[in-house]
């Protein structure tokens, strides 16, 4: 079976990709499997990796990918193309069974690339259209999550529209003071990796924080800055085309793992930089009642979205109230070797290999039951 794996991508977290398809590549299982690299660069071209840049990794296990950048070797998509002819280079066709995709953050796991992907008629691994544009929009997560019943952390919307208005920007000011309170945490909506966030002590940090986060998106979010344990688990599985046929379609929730970070807070650097920027706990020293709800909200925000594949579910247990809020989803968790969410999966018994293979059959599944579906009276 032919895999292709994207990475790179015109992200604030293309650095972030090269790491976790690193890992991806090395540990898809070659015997079964023909890796085919299609490297994007940050603006945003794709171009097929020469079959020396999977070997040199392989190679060297302090290797990390690389995007290189051969005009003769950029990549078309064709619309409807199929495994056998959506990639072409040139007057070639490059065949596809399966696309995995390393890419994180923006033009990667907002639901464009999976779009793109579905217009191609190419199965790919991970969630689909919808479930990577929700989960990508940190503010319609939060609204479909509440209609779920499943608690989110306190937050205000701002949009950059409120910022053509003075009147407008100081009421939201106001609610934020008055209805969340100091510490802030303040953030862009679909930004991944901390990317553009901070957390704001007093008002004059407040508007700066708003300025920065505005950098990064045109809609952000105000949250109550709550003290926490960061918890998190991992779910696999295709819930709403599972029809109990394929084992691989189940959905499993794994973890929680709880995340210690060394930093102020997880930001950037200590997610994916610093090798010792957080301790990872794994199993979360909580009791079974605490760790039972937090699984069953994991799988719950999980089918709320009609996420599949794969997705990391993160949480904040409060220190002072025991309240547990469910904090973001992540479509395309990190997969590098500090990363929670291989690392949940192998510690309930899936291996970094198995999880790879258990990816590309959820995607065969879940490619040949929509494709099943009537698409025209024809």
Request: hydrophobic share 40%; with cysteine.
């Amino acid at each position: 079976m032919i895999i292709a794996l994207l990475y790179g991508g015109k992200s604030g977290e293309h650095e972030i990709s090269l790491i976790s398809a690193t890992a991806i590549a090395r540990h898809i299982d070659t015997s079964a499997h023909q890796v085919t690299l299609i490297g994007i660069t940050k603006t945003g071209r794709w171009y097929l990796q020469d079959y020396g840049e999977f070997a040199r990794i392989k190679r060297d296990p302090q290797a990390t990918l690389q995007v290189h950048e051969d005009a003769a070797m950029e990549v078309s998509i064709i619309p409807a193309g199929g495994k056998k002819g959506a990639f072409a280079v040139g007057a070639n066709r490059i065949p596809v069974d399966v696309v995995i995709s390393a890419l994180h953050g923006t033009f990667g796991e907002d639901g464009t690339v999976q779009g793109l992907l579905e217009m191609a008629d190419i199965p790919y691994a991970g969630c689909g259209v919808t479930a990577s544009a929700l989960a990508m929009d940190k503010e319609k997560t939060k609204i479909i999550l509440q209609h779920a019943g499943i608690p989110v952390v306190p937050y205000l919307c701002i949009r950059r529209s409120d910022l053509a208005s003075s009147r407008r920007y100081d009421e939201l000011l106001k609610a934020a003071q008055q209805k969340l309170g100091f510490p802030l945490f303040v953030k862009p909506c679909a930004a991944g990796s901390s990317d553009g966030a901070t957390r704001a002590e007093d008002l004059r940090h407040l508007n700066g924080a708003i300025l920065d986060a505005f950098e990064w998106d045109d809609k952000i979010l105000i949250e109550k800055a709550v003290n926490a344990r960061e918890l998190e688990c991992s779910v696999t599985g295709n819930p709403t085309t599972a029809n109990g046929a394929h084992k691989a379609e189940d959905t499993v929730v794994y973890g929680p793992g709880e995340i210690n970070p060394t930093h102020e807070f997880y930001d950037y650097d200590a997610k994916y930089l610093d090798p010792n920027g957080a301790n990872l706990l794994i199993p979360a020293n909580i009791d079974d009642a605490t760790k039972e709800t937090i699984r069953a909200f994991a799988v719950a925000a999980y089918k709320a979205i009609d996420a599949s594949g794969l997705s990391r579910v993160d949480f904040f247990l409060d220190k002072d109230s025991g309240d547990i809020y469910l904090n973001e989803i992540n479509t395309m968790p990190g997969f590098t070797a500090i990363s929670m969410f291989p690392k949940l999966c192998e510690s309930e018994g899936v291996p970094f290999g198995d999880l790879i293979e258990l990816l590309i059959q959820q995607a065969q599944c879940r490619f040949k039951a929509t494709r099943a579906l009537k698409t025209s009276r024809d």
